[in-house]
């Protein structure tokens, strides 16, 4: 009898929990907010966005190469528009196609 107690009781406190989770998950956060707590909310959430991405922009290195080459190839593009001439030892090359 106990053990059948002991089930009854977990299964009570497990639909009580899932319960809770649901209510609180399913309440719109936002029907409760003034405009300007929504407005300052949505503020705040668009500069951490912008700042998450920029963070990862400085801690993925294949984007930091990729600048890199980007950025060689418009000083050599603005380069030979000029017709200024490459440093010694260096001569410049054209990608074919692009």
Do not use: C, N
């Not at 949505?42 to 700042?51: D, F, H, N, P, V």
């Not at 190839?73 to 410049?92: I, L, M």
Request: proline letters at 4%; charged letters at 30%.
């Amino acid at each position: 009898m106990s053990t059948l107690l002991a089930s009854a009781l977990l299964l009570l406190a497990a639909a009580a929990i899932v319960w809770l989770i649901g209510h609180f998950v399913s309440q719109d956060r936002y029907s409760k907010m003034t405009e300007e707590e929504f407005e300052a909310e949505a503020q705040r959430a668009s500069l951490l966005g912008a700042g998450v991405v920029e963070l990862q922009k400085h801690l993925d290195p294949l984007h930091k190469v990729e600048y890199l080459q980007q950025r060689d190839k418009h000083v050599e593009a603005e380069r030979e528009d000029s017709g200024d001439r490459p440093p010694e030892g260096r001569t410049p090359t054209k990608e074919a196609g692009r």
